[in-house]
């Protein structure tokens, strides 16, 4: 949590052109609580001790950075290693911020414990917290999404919270969003709004990034150890970006490591059948911030398309809008049959079946590898576990069970 190097955001919640607060009047005052509460909490030594025990007692961080070997072998030109936030306590990334976000809940007094989730992971994280600390606890999730991550909303269910199915829109992860915000303006008083990625109106955009970016100071300390040096490149799937903005932003200032966002190509950028708002959008504003979107000429947002239910986002955090304008970060795209692909060759080369929306970061090896001499670290943040794409990826190998 070590927020204060870089001047973003500035006091208005904006990350250079991009970030703000587009809300209803109902929820500044939430905002501003929510805003205060934190600055107020963020380098108290209390809340940062309990905040990295729970990360070390009940998550098990830190998550190694695990050199892969067969992988190296099969690329030739560098050393590949990946950081293990699939072997954190629920599978995913997700956990990190739900645990800094449940205790500033706690310390607000906040009694029920709202959320929003794509491939159910920020669900069962948020839940997992929420059952942690005996709150009341609602998950909002796409139609499309409770069926294609079934296994998910069961683990929600049995955790103990309610999962309310969206059949709005595309009935994704957009929709289940938009729910959400509407729940909290209508239950502002004594509820919390866990949003699971470095998306939404500020502070939220911060407050995510600050807690995931446990993750890239792992990595620095991690890096020294291992190979003596920084890395010459972290890649990460770019969904809202809070696995990538964990990763990135203790980097931001260590030049020679290059960050390399790789968002869902769905069935290719050119076909318009994607989600890649960095890659083929506009700046637009989307629940509450300013950023990269996806819509057509008349400002509608446009359809999604990806395999990958957690990359299945129109938007993206006005963070990475910066970082993309600025130059500090590249941000590429890989196809729904790329990730596909990198999903099996993972699992059989190294023995880790990775998240769908991880084996988007691990397919772009295939372009970047190229770039590199043997003497290149390159870092994959593993941002999850696949355990939950079995069936979807059964499905489209033709595998019944
Ligand atoms: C949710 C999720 C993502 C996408 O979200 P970001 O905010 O972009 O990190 C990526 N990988 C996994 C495993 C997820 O659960």
């Given amino acids: ?44 030594p209390e809340f940062k001790k309990q905040f990295y025990k729970d990360l070390s007692e009940f998550v098990g961080r830190p998550s190694p950075l695990y050199f892969a070997e067969r992988l190296t072998n099969h690329y030739g030109t560098g050393s590949i290693w990946l950081k293990r936030e699939d072997l954190n306590h629920t599978g995913a990334h997700k956990i990190n911020n739900t645990i800094g976000q449940i205790l500033l809940a706690k310390q607000m007094g906040k009694k029920r414990i709202i959320a929003e989730t794509g491939a159910g992971q920020h669900g069962v994280a948020t839940a997992t917290v929420a059952a942690r600390l005996g709150l009341e606890c609602h998950i909002y999730m796409g139609s499309e999404d409770v069926q294609r991550q079934s296994l998910n909303v069961y683990r929600i269910k049995l955790l103990g919270a309610e999962v309310h199915a969206v059949d709005s829109g595309s009935a994704t992860l957009k929709d289940a969003l938009n729910e959400a915000l509407r729940d909290w303006v209508t239950n502002v008083d004594d509820t919390y709004y866990i949003i699971g990625s470095v998306t939404g109106p500020h502070p939220y955009p911060m407050i995510v990034r600050d807690f995931n970016s446990v993750v890239g100071e792992e990595l620095i300390t991690q890096s020294q150890e291992l190979f003596n040096s920084m890395p010459d490149a972290i890649v990460a799937c770019v969904g809202g970006g809070s696995n990538a903005m964990g990763a990135f932003y203790p980097f931001i200032d260590i030049k020679e490591t290059r960050l390399i966002g790789v968002e869902a190509g769905g069935e290719g950028v050119e076909t318009g059948e994607h989600a890649a708002p960095l890659n083929d959008g506009m700046p637009g504003v989307l629940h509450g911030a300013l950023s990269y979107l996806m819509q057509d000429d008349s400002g509608q947002v446009k359809a999604t398309k990806s395999v990958s239910a957690g990359l299945d986002y129109p938007g993206v955090g006005p963070e990475h809008s910066w970082l993309k304008d600025s130059g500090r970060a590249e941000y590429v795209a890989v196809s729904d049959d790329e990730a596909l692909k990198a999903f099996h060759e993972v699992s059989e080369f190294e023995g880790i079946i990775p998240a769908l929306e991880t084996a988007h970061a691990f397919a772009y090896l295939d372009t970047l590898m190229k770039e590199f001499d043997k003497n290149a670290n390159v870092i994959v943040n593993v941002s999850g576990r696949g355990d939950k794409d079995i069936n979807t990826v059964a499905e489209i190998d033709g595998i019944k069970f």
């Fill in 1 to 44: 949590m070590k927020s204060d190097k870089n001047k973003f955001p500035d006091k208005n919640g904006f990350f250079g052109d991009y970030g703000g607060k587009f809300v209803p009047e109902t929820l500044m005052y939430a905002l501003e609580e929510l805003e205060s509460t934190y600055k107020n909490l963020k380098d108290n």
